[in-house]
């Protein structure tokens, strides 16, 4: 099929999982804000977000872009390899107008990819996997918590760890990387855009993927010294 087979058809399964991804990171930073004012109302979306039919429906979907997402960039990583060559190895300098994260989005993804192992780890594992097994409660430190304590898990990790927070950090900063050239390069593939519009797009990208990664880098912060809001 033309979307398995042909290049093009590979970098619009990218492009589209892609957009999706960056719509889900969307979702899931307004979400974690509700935690800085009110653990309790985090507490809720955590409960509503749980083992239900309709979450976990969504949380399949969401496994299945991101597999999709990482199994089209090997193979088109693969392929850009082999058609480049021996280039590559030759220690040329980067093209100009060439940013430094598109040459790099592969192994930003697999750094990206190695934090959503260890955040899904630390949160989903022990709260909707935890519930779908039939736990009631679940072991957090010295405490047994119910797997909808998202607050708790917060407060857990974060308040004051300047480790865990320094990781997250770093993960929104690969993040960042590479959603500014992904954003604009999905808007080109989909045909989006023309001569004057991609440097916009690059523009407002920039400023739209700034605010996602910025806001969730704020946002630790404030869970590393205040924790979770008492409202
Ligand atoms: C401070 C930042 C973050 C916090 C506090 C946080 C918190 C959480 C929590 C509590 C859950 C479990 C929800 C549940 O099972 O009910 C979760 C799940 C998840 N998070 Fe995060 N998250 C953060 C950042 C991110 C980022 C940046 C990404 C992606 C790049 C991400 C990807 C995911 C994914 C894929 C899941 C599993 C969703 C599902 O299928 O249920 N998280 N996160």
């Known amino acids: 099929m033309w979307l398995c087979k042909?290049?093009?058809g590979k970098k619009v399964v990218m492009s589209v999982t892609g957009l999706c991804l960056i719509f889900f990171v969307t979702f899931h930073l307004s979400m974690n804000t509700a935690a800085i004012f009110s653990g309790k109302a985090?507490?809720?979306i955590c409960a509503f977000l749980g083992a239900n039919w309709y979450a976990v429906v969504l949380s399949i979907g969401l496994a299945a872009i991101i597999i999709i997402h990482f199994l089209y960039a090997i193979v088109l990583t693969a392929e850009n390899r082999k058609a480049r060559g021996d280039k590559r190895y030759l220690g040329q300098k980067r093209p100009k107008g060439v940013d430094w994260a598109s040459q790099n989005m592969f192994v930003l993804g697999i750094i990206i990819v190695l934090f959503i192992f260890l955040h899904l780890w630390m949160f989903w594992h022990k709260m909707?996997?935890?519930e779908l097994m039939g736990e009631s409660l679940v072991p957090l430190g010295n405490e047994m918590v119910t797997p909808h304590s998202g607050a708790a898990f917060i407060n857990y990790y974060f308040k004051g760890n300047w480790f865990i927070t320094l990781i997250y950090l770093i993960w929104f900063l690969a993040l960042w990387f590479h959603m500014?050239?992904?954003?604009?390069s999905s808007i080109q593939t989909?045909?989006?855009s023309n001569v004057v519009w991609i440097k916009r797009w690059k523009v407002i990208c920039t400023i739209v993927t700034t605010c996602l990664c910025g806001w969730f880098a704020i946002i630790t912060i404030i869970f590393f010294i205040n924790g979770t809001g008492n409202l």
Do not use: R
């Open 180 to 184: 500014t050239h992904g954003f604009w």
């Open 128 to 130: 909707m996997f935890a």
């Open 6 to 8: 042909s290049s093009i």
């Open 190 to 192: 989909l045909g989006w």
């Open 42 to 44: 985090y507490d809720e």
